[in-house]
């Protein structure tokens, strides 16, 4: 009777799913049979998981580095107490290494009938989106000895933005843009500037700019004032072919060119200037176009999050005819890219007299501080044939850059941290001189 009491017992734990109980209790179970009932009355206490509702509220979207804030709204409609453990799972790169285990996990006690929030707190370490996994919850009873477990799909998206880590480069700059603008008096002259007032001559002024007739009025020399023309349209194209996807530090050098073209993009949507906005390899990858100044930083964010490199070479013909599509006045075109000699001389010199005969045309790219640092070198004997590498280096850049420059185009060449900074300057450098 005893044997088949205990058979019976057994039958009725199988019928429980795998891995309610910790390794090795089957056997204790099968002489233990009070301590197999409570296990049993346990589970059955247990608030059932399936019967949950979900739902998601919070950011959407975050700056790389900053925090966003996911809430987990779990509602119980059952008759029981839920005494759970909850996992909240996201990729990996939502959270700095090492970190996921404590963000992801929360105890969670609800009453029948009641609902609770939980937060969770990403940190992403990656540009783009990164998208809800499953929901695994694990309820107790109220003894603890025993649970139900489940999973549910609850969907959410944060994305992660580029940082614009060079905006604090903005003010200076804008400061230098109201000098340009006419709001401090300076002198600018040339192709695409507009009179803006007229003042006392004063030596090593230009003297094409003397107004004679006001001279002739005023009895004294007086010279005319420019300012640069507003509403000029900019054309900043991405190139994400393969060569972007080469690491700069810590970062692939597309990071770099768009944190550039960002601080790009404000100061001339400050200075009245209409700007757009290419990414291309061998297809478009991300466009943005028409924006008003109020809504082109975050179009350009939101556009240039899911960017990633594309490990193919770049068609540098595809790339001239979209650009010119995309502009078809005169415009000033900013190309992102790299200054290897190979991707220049065989892609880009071939198609730029299309460029520069319809546009001015700017060309950018991320150059390699280490490379600098292993030129300095002399140290050792390895240290003089990596300077000797590097000075090698630096020289084919410096002759790819000679060719771009006879072509009429304007390079800039700088380090990650440098390229923005030296980007806007070489703007600010176009409009002062009446090229824009």
């Given at each position: 009777?005893?044997?088949?009491?205990?058979s019976?017992?057994?039958?009725?734990l199988?019928?429980i799913?795998?891995?309610v109980?910790?390794?090795?209790?089957?056997?204790?179970?099968a002489?233990n049979?009070?301590l197999?009932?409570?296990?049993?009355c346990d589970?059955?206490?247990?608030?059932?998981?399936?019967?949950?509702r979900f739902?998601?509220?919070?950011?959407?979207?975050?700056r790389?580095?900053d925090?966003?804030?996911?809430?987990l709204?779990?509602?119980?409609p059952s008759n029981r107490?839920?005494?759970?453990?909850?996992?909240?799972?996201?990729?990996?790169?939502?959270?700095?290494?090492?970190?996921?285990?404590t963000?992801?996990?929360?105890?969670?006690?609800?009453p029948?009938g009641?609902?609770?929030?939980l937060?969770?707190v990403?940190?992403?370490?990656r540009r783009?989106d990164?998208?809800a996994?499953r929901?695994?919850?694990?309820?107790y009873?109220?003894?603890?000895?025993?649970?139900r477990?489940g999973s549910?799909?609850?969907?959410?998206?944060?994305?992660?933005l580029?940082?614009?880590a060079?905006r604090?480069?903005?003010?200076?700059r804008?400061a230098?843009l109201?000098?340009?603008d006419?709001r401090?008096?300076?002198?600018?002259?040339g192709?695409g500037?507009?009179?803006?007032?007229?003042?006392?001559y004063?030596p090593?002024d230009d003297?094409?700019?003397?107004?004679w007739?006001a001279?002739?009025?005023?009895?004294?020399?007086?010279?005319?004032?420019?300012?640069?023309?507003r509403d000029?349209?900019i054309?900043?194209v991405?190139?994400?072919?393969?060569t972007?996807?080469?690491?700069v530090?810590?970062?692939?050098r597309l990071?770099?060119?768009?944190?550039?073209?960002?601080?790009?993009?404000?100061?001339?949507?400050?200075?009245?200037?209409?700007?757009?906005l290419?990414?291309?390899?061998?297809?478009?990858r991300?466009?943005?176009?028409?924006?008003a100044?109020?809504e082109?930083?975050?179009?350009?964010v939101n556009?240039?999050?899911?960017l990633e490199?594309?490990l193919?070479?770049t068609?540098?013909r595809?790339?001239s005819a979209?650009a010119l599509?995309?502009?078809?006045?005169r415009s000033?075109?900013?190309?992102?890219?790299?200054?290897?000699?190979?991707?220049?001389?065989?892609?880009?010199?071939p198609?730029?007299p299309?460029?520069t005969?319809?546009h001015?045309?700017?060309?950018a790219?991320?150059?390699?501080?280490?490379?600098e640092?292993?030129?300095?070198?002399?140290?050792?004997?390895?240290a003089?044939?990596?300077?000797?590498?590097?000075?090698k280096?630096q020289?084919?850049r410096?002759?790819?850059a000679?060719?771009?420059?006879?072509?009429?185009?304007?390079?800039?060449?700088a380090?990650?941290?440098?390229?923005?900074?030296a980007?806007a300057?070489?703007?600010l450098?176009?409009?002062a001189g009446?090229?824009l």
């Open positions: 009777m005893a044997l088949t009491g205990r019976a017992l057994l039958a009725a199988g019928s799913p795998v891995g109980f910790a390794p090795g209790w089957t056997g204790m179970l002489v049979a009070p197999a009932l409570a296990i049993l589970y059955a206490c247990a608030a059932p998981v399936q019967r949950l739902t998601r509220s919070g950011d959407t979207s975050v790389l580095g925090a966003a804030e996911v809430v709204t779990v509602t119980n107490r839920l005494r759970a453990q909850l996992r909240d799972a996201w990729p990996p790169s939502s959270w700095p290494s090492g970190t996921e285990q963000a992801s996990r929360h105890p969670l006690t609800i029948a009641e609902r609770r929030r937060s969770t990403l940190q992403p370490t783009g990164r998208r996994d929901i695994t919850i694990r309820s009873g109220p003894l603890g000895l025993a649970a477990q549910h799909q609850v969907p959410w998206t944060v994305r992660a580029p940082p614009f060079s604090k480069h903005l003010p200076s804008l230098r109201r000098e340009l006419g401090t008096s300076v002198l600018t002259r192709e500037t507009e009179f803006d007032s007229l003042r006392a004063v090593g003297t094409r700019s003397i107004d007739r001279t002739a009025r005023q009895g004294n020399v007086a010279v005319r004032t420019w300012r640069p023309e000029r349209h054309l900043i991405l190139d994400t072919g393969r972007s996807a080469g690491r530090g810590d970062v692939p990071d770099a060119s768009m944190d550039a073209a960002l601080l790009l993009a404000a100061l001339a949507s400050r200075a009245g200037d209409r700007v757009d290419l990414a291309y390899d061998r297809r478009v991300a466009q943005v176009q028409g924006r100044a109020g082109l930083l975050p179009a350009l556009a240039m999050a899911p490199p594309a193919v070479e068609d540098a595809g790339l979209t599509n995309h502009a078809p006045r000033l075109l900013v190309l992102l890219t790299s200054l290897d000699a190979a991707p220049v001389e065989e892609g880009l010199l198609v730029l299309q460029l005969k319809r001015t045309v700017l060309v790219s991320v150059a390699d501080p280490h490379i640092q292993m030129s300095a070198r002399r140290s050792t004997v390895e003089v044939y990596e300077a000797a590498a590097a000075s280096t020289e084919q410096r002759r790819t000679e060719k771009l420059t006879r072509h009429g185009v304007t390079v800039v060449d380090t990650p941290d440098n390229l923005a900074p980007l300057d070489a703007y450098e176009l409009k009446g090229r």
